[in-house]
């Protein structure tokens, strides 16, 4: 169980709750810095509420006095930096507050780390880490028969998301290499699980089939995805802010890959039989709702991550297949429709509206 006093940015959006629910221990102190932008939700961590050691912070990664404030009053033993501008198709639209975020905010953060980091007293310079949390999507889009991204893959972003999240990790390169910060990327596949907010593929899909609402699907749907269960992903950091070595990167993969359409007919198929009382199944599967859509533009057409690094040198793999992740997933959501209902609120209504029109 984790001793250490953790700073984690980004702390109330979907990875970074899980990741939060999932190590804390009432002995260390965990300060969650977040914007709470409409994706981050403090209610991700009301089990944490009553513990005097979950301190959760509003402010902006970028808010140089606030984060050294935090940094010299609690003396965190690592910074892990989830906060970000997440959604490649907001990117599209709007790509500024990309840019602020994921590569300005990314900066202001680094340099009121690195200046803390740099003033600490042996031993506490040796063992502190900055963890970097990343994306596969900075690789660009591999060919039909190109063998999985490595670490040492060219960075060849295509989307405004991708490229910011490629800025911010060539920063954090550049401070390791240039002043020594102890920095570590790790950059992980899709993930999916419970809180993830449902613009994203899978707790959209899930959501609108219950809802009996369309299931739009970009352009042929034949787009290849490497579906992670967000456990495994939070597990991998822990191993990563363990034992990973300093100033290298690591792919955080689940090894498979399947087509848009194949993993939304999976969630349909399971929906069939999980509830068989929704007004979608048995008579009018759910699958039925399928709908083909535009594309996005620049659709990246295959994501694929070779993981054989973190696998060998920290003996990280997966526990969960997309089946039995997908099953712990559509509980989740069945169970929690409170949740569900104070996030469908008029502003996501509003980009459903924005983005989808009448489908
Ligand atoms: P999310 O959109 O669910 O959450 C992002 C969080 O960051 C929110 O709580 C938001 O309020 C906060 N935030 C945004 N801008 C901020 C700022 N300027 N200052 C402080 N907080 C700010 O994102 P997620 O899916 O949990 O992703 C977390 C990280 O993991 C991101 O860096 C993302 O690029 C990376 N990642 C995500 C996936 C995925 O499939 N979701 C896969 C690989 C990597
Ligand atoms: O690969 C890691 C990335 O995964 C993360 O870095 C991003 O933060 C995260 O948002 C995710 O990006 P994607 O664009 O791959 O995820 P999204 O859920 O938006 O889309 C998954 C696939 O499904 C993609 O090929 C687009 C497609 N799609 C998505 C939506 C929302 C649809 O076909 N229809 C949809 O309505």
Redesign the pocket.
């Known amino acids: 169980m984790n001793t250490r006093t953790w700073l984690v ?9 899980n990741f939060i629910l999932s190590q804390f221990n009432p002995q260390a102190a965990m300060i969650n ?9 403090p209610h991700n961590l009301n089990s944490l509420t009553n513990e005097p050691n979950y301190i959760l912070v509003q ?4 808010n140089e006095p606030v984060i050294e404030a935090l940094l010299h009053k609690y003396q965190p033993e690592a910074v892990i ?7 490649v198709d907001r990117s599209i639209y709007n790509p500024q ?1 990309f840019i ?3 590569i300005v ?1 990314a900066f202001h953060l680094l340099q009121t780390v690195r200046n803390y980091w740099r003033a600490l007293k042996s031993p506490a310079r040796e063992s502190f880490r900055f963890l970097h ?5 900075v690789y660009g889009s591999l060919e039909p028969d190109a063998p999985p991204f490595t670490e040492t893959s060219p960075c060849a972003p295509n989307s405004p ?1 991708s490229a910011s ?1 490629a800025g911010g990790d060539h920063l954090v390169r550049s401070y390791h290499r240039t002043y020594g910060l102890p920095a570590i990327i790790t ?6 699980g419970p809180r ?2 449902p613009e ?1 593929l899978i707790p959209l899909v899930i959501l609108n089939s219950l809802q009996g609402k369309a299931l739009p699907i970009y352009g042929d749907g034949n787009h290849l995805r490497d579906w ?1 269960y967000v456990e495994d ?1 939070c597990e991998a950091m822990r191993l990563v802010l363990e034992a990973g070595r300093i100033g290298e990167t690591y792919n955080i993969g689940s090894g498979g890959e399947q087509t848009n359409l194949e993993v939304v007919r999976t969630i349909c198929a399971l929906l069939d039989e999980l509830c068989p009382q929704s007004p979608q199944s048995p008579q009018s599967p759910h699958a039925s709702l399928i709908t083909f859509v535009k594309d996005r533009p620049g659709h990246d057409r295959r994501y694929a991550l070779d993981c054989t690094k973190i696998a060998r040198e920290l003996g990280w793999k997966p526990k969960e297949s997309l089946s039995s992740g997908l099953i712990k997933t559509i509980r989740w959501y069945l169970d929690h429709q409170d949740w569900v209902s104070s996030i469908q609120t008029g502003a996501y209504r509003e980009w459903v509206r924005q983005h989808y029109g009448e489908i």
């Open positions: 940015t980004g702390g109330a959006g979907f990875i970074g709750s810095v977040d914007k709470l932008t409409y994706a981050g939700n402010s902006d990664i970028g930096n989830f906060a970000a501008e997440t959604h507050a602020q975020t994921n905010g949390v990343s994306t596969d999507e998301y999240k950059r992980s596949s899709n993930n999916y993830q907010f994203k992670l992903h």
